[in-house]
């Protein structure tokens, strides 16, 4: 039997066929790499709560044996609650999530056992302008924040040069990325008071 190509049933019918055959590959492909994606995304967030606490690691796998033995995660009002004892100090963590320039920013932050002070801050995944907003993921960014004094409940990312103090509870903000420096202030100022709740601190 004879298709004729110029026919609106043989151009449908192709069509259909060609669109199938692509669903069944991509519904393939999903499904093995699903499995990949969230495993990488759960190493993500264990290797951002260790960065945050200061706890370090050599790589991936000493990431989550180290994750593992060290790091007790509690569901406390739909908030996951991570803790571990640092250096003789109880140290607690939180994910979370916020709105930067662009699109959603996630991260852990944590902070001592009388939310007075900043431990380490790091983030999991953010879609600010790379260059731009995208440098809070570098060092000098993060770094900051350890050991920073939580004042009035927040963290001021500043738009102009503060000193090296670490009880003034101010940071540098990020040349030419104004509103993502000021996303991740309100971020913080949103989870300090959630942290101070669930940890029972007034």
Do not use: C, H
Request: proline share 1%.
């Amino acid at each position: 039997m004879r298709f004729d190509r110029d026919s609106k049933f043989y151009t449908v019918t192709f069509t259909f066929i060609v669109s199938f055959v692509f669903l069944i590959v991509l519904s393939g492909l999903n499904a093995m790499t699903s499995q990949q994606v969230k495993k990488n995304q759960e190493l993500f967030m264990v290797r951002a709560v260790l960065n945050a606490m200061g706890i370090p690691y050599e790589n991936d796998e000493e990431a989550i044996n180290v994750f593992k033995s060290k790091i007790t995660v509690e569901m406390k009002d739909s908030y996951s609650l991570f803790s571990s004892e640092v250096d003789g100090e109880t140290v607690y963590a939180i994910l979370f999530n916020g709105s930067g320039l662009w699109g959603n920013i996630s991260g852990v932050l944590a902070v001592d056992s009388n939310v007075s002070r900043i431990v380490g801050i790091d983030f999991i995944s953010q879609s600010e302008t790379p260059g731009l907003g995208g440098r809070i993921e570098e060092s000098w960014f993060k770094e900051q924040f350890r050991n920073e004094a939580i004042v009035n409940d927040k963290i001021v990312v500043s738009t102009a040069k503060v000193s090296d103090s670490k009880d003034d509870g101010l940071v540098d903000a990020i040349t030419g990325a104004t509103l993502t420096s000021k996303s991740i202030e309100k971020i913080i100022a949103t989870y300090i008071p959630v942290l101070k709740s669930l940890l029972g601190v007034n």
